[in-house]
Structures are given as structure tokens and as C-alpha cells.
């Protein structure tokens, strides 16, 4: 049974960071894109930055490149999100997610969701 579990946020200032991990189970990670995706309070939800299955390759999207770094460590199947210069308008809940193509699909602009997600954890920057 495939299983995501996104921790690591909370309330931040805006400047501060935080880094966020999803352990995943049930699989591994040159099976499955993992993914993480966010939504603000009230908003869409927003694809952020994810990992591809094949190769590795991580992709950042345009609007938080420079302060989103995706990461991972196979041996401990996790996948990590650092956001550094955390802003207001990162405020919202984080999800991770994995399915065979939703990285490649998360790069050419599409959101078709995915199967399988985590609980979410949430990230609220504010002073």
C-alpha cells in the first residue's frame, strides 16, 4: 500500500524557512514522480516542485524557483522541501503526492492530479 506522510511545517515569519518531508512507503522512487503541491486558504490548489521517477530530475516552477529546493534521500524514501524567504503568499497547506507521470505533467504546466497523496501539513508565515 503506497503511503505519504508530509511534515515539517508551521509558523514562520516572513524571511524565515522551513524544510518539509514527505516519507513515503510502499514503493520506491523509481517507480512513482512524488510531487508537492500546495493550497492556500480559500485558493487552487498549486503544483510547486516534484521529482521524476526515471531519472531523478527535479523541476522547480517559475514562481518560487530560487527559494524552493526539492531534495531527496532514497535510502530513507523521503523527499524534502526546503523554502527559504518564506512570504505571506506561501501560507497554505503542503501535500505530497505520487503517481507514475505527475512530475512530468507538473512541468509542462498540467495538473491532472495524481493517485496517490499525503495528509498535508501546514505552513502559515506571518508575523
Known amino acids: 500500500e503506497v503511503q505519504l506522510q508530509a511534515s515539517g511545517g508551521g509558523l514562520v515569519q516572513p524571511g524565515g524557512s522551513l524544510k518539509l518531508s514527505c516519507t513515503a512507503s510502499g514503493f520506491t522512487f523509481d517507480e512513482l514522480d512524488i510531487a508537492w503541491f500546495r493550497r492556500a486558504p480559500g485558493g487552487r490548489r498549486e503544483g510547486v516542485s516534484c521529482?521524476?521517477?526515471?531519472?531523478?530530475?527535479?523541476y522547480v516552477v517559475d514562481s518560487v524557483k530560487g527559494r524552493f529546493t526539492i531534495d531527496s534521500d532514497d535510502a530513507k524514501n523521503t523527499v524534502y522541501l526546503q523554502i527559504n524567504d518564506l512570504r505571506p503568499d506561501d501560507t497554505g497547506t503542503y501535500y505530497c503526492?505520487?503517481?507514475?507521470?505527475?512530475?512530468?505533467?507538473?512541468?509542462?504546466?498540467?495538473?491532472?492530479?495524481?493517485?496517490?497523496w499525503g495528509q498535508g501539513t501546514l505552513v502559515t508565515v506571518s508575523s
Open positions: 521529482r521524476v521517477r526515471t531519472d531523478g530530475a527535479t
Open positions: 503526492a505520487a503517481d507514475r507521470m505527475v512530475c512530468q505533467y507538473m512541468r509542462v504546466g498540467a495538473d491532472l492530479g495524481a493517485h496517490h
